[in-house]
């Protein structure tokens, strides 16, 4: 497999208690990208490190605020707006990262600084009609389906252009590119495929029309393989169990939604 890219899902990853504990996953987690871009001749400063807090509570987010994270990343609109609540005292600006259903779009624009899985537009619409009347706007990423496993969420590659397209007419939603979930597998041979098809995605939207993409980033990876998607020209990474250890339930059980 040539690199040793840590593709392990069943990895034991220990529990961060303290703020020392976090700034050291941190730093760990910030010289794998580091390491992972110089293999692809990028820079750091080109790939967002996007904290996932899902299922942790409080108390301990509060500490990983302390240890420098100010942005975070939820996969359930719920818990991520109960959070926003319970820490409306700390800097911090949240990212709804998993799928979402329309009803669900009032919270959303209630709190959320960004949401990463357009995947349809009665979404869209009905995010925009909440965001008009919160008198705002929310950066959002459009999700892909690149593994074609019927688990997942996103649009078939296909549809992408049509519906870039179509979220042109939502002033309220500013496009900043692509995300996509990697097919869950330990074969380096079988992840990469996934981003590789979004890096092509958004050229495709690019020489069709740049506006389409607006900033063009591509938000894929997550602990087990964001090392590949960096290589691959990922511009955020997902980490949630490789910054504060891991979940009580496997990330098996959340899948298609994990982080």
Same mark, same amino acid.
């Not at 707006?81 to 709804?96: C, N, P, T």
């Not at 087990?224 to 891991?246: L, M, P, T, Y």
């Given at each position: 497999? *040539?690199?040793?890219?840590?593709?392990?899902?069943?990895?034991?990853?220990?529990?961060?208690?303290? /703020?020392?504990? $976090?700034?050291?996953?941190?730093?760990?987690?910030?010289? #794998?990208?580091?390491?992972?871009?110089?293999?692809?001749?990028?820079?750091?400063?080109?790939?967002?490190?996007?904290?996932?807090?899902?299922?942790?509570?409080?108390?301990?987010?509060?500490?990983?605020?302390?240890?420098?994270?100010?942005?975070?990343?939820?996969?359930?609109?719920?818990?991520?707006?109960?959070?926003?609540?319970?820490?409306?005292?700390?800097?911090?600006?949240?990212? /709804?990262?998993?799928?979402?259903?329309?009803?669900?779009?009032?919270?959303?624009?209630?709190?959320?600084?960004?949401?990463?899985?357009?995947?349809?537009?009665?979404?869209?619409?009905?995010?925009?009609?909440?965001?008009?009347?919160?008198?705002?706007?929310?950066?959002?990423?459009?999700?892909?389906?690149?593994?074609? &496993?019927?688990?997942?969420?996103?649009?078939?590659?296909?549809?992408?252009?049509? $519906?870039?397209?179509?979220? #042109?007419?939502?002033?309220?939603?500013?496009?900043?590119?692509?995300?996509?979930?990697?097919?869950?597998?330990?074969? /380096?041979?079988?992840?990469?495929?996934? $981003?590789?098809?979004?890096?092509?995605?958004? &050229?495709?939207?690019?020489?069709?029309?740049?506006?389409?993409?607006?900033? *063009? #980033?591509?938000?894929?990876?997550?602990? *087990?393989?964001?090392?590949?998607?960096?290589?691959?020209?990922?511009?955020?990474?997902? /980490?949630?169990?490789?910054?504060? *250890?891991?979940?009580?339930?496997?990330?098996?059980?959340?899948?298609?939604?994990?982080?």
């Amino acid at each position: 497999m *040539g690199e040793n890219y840590g593709l392990s899902h069943d990895e034991e990853y220990a529990t961060a208690l303290t /703020v020392a504990d $976090f700034r050291t996953n941190i730093a760990e987690v910030d010289e #794998r990208i580091a390491a992972a871009a110089a293999r692809s001749g990028r820079e750091r400063s080109e790939i967002e490190l996007l904290p996932v807090s899902k299922t942790v509570p409080q108390e301990r987010i509060r500490l990983a605020v302390e240890a420098g994270c100010h942005k975070l990343g939820e996969n359930k609109v719920q818990e991520a707006h109960r959070k926003s609540h319970e820490m409306a005292d700390l800097d911090i600006d949240w990212a /709804v990262i998993g799928h979402l259903q329309s009803n669900k779009a009032k919270e959303v624009a209630k709190f959320a600084r960004e949401f990463q899985a357009l995947d349809r537009l009665k979404v869209a619409r009905a995010l925009d009609r909440r965001l008009q009347g919160e008198g705002r706007s929310l950066d959002v990423y459009v999700q892909v389906n690149t593994s074609a &496993e019927d688990s997942k969420f996103g649009m078939p590659p296909e549809e992408l252009l049509g $519906f870039l397209r179509a979220v #042109r007419e939502f002033d309220t939603l500013r496009v900043q590119g692509l995300m996509t979930l990697a097919i869950f597998s330990s074969d /380096v041979e079988r992840v990469r495929p996934c $981003f590789r098809m979004l890096a092509e995605l958004r &050229e495709q939207a690019r020489e069709t029309d740049p506006e389409l993409i607006g900033a *063009g #980033r591509l938000s894929m990876g997550m602990s *087990g393989d964001f090392e590949v998607a960096v290589e691959e020209g990922s511009n955020c990474v997902r /980490v949630g169990q490789a910054i504060f *250890g891991k979940r009580s339930v496997p990330d098996s059980h959340y899948w298609p939604e994990n982080g």
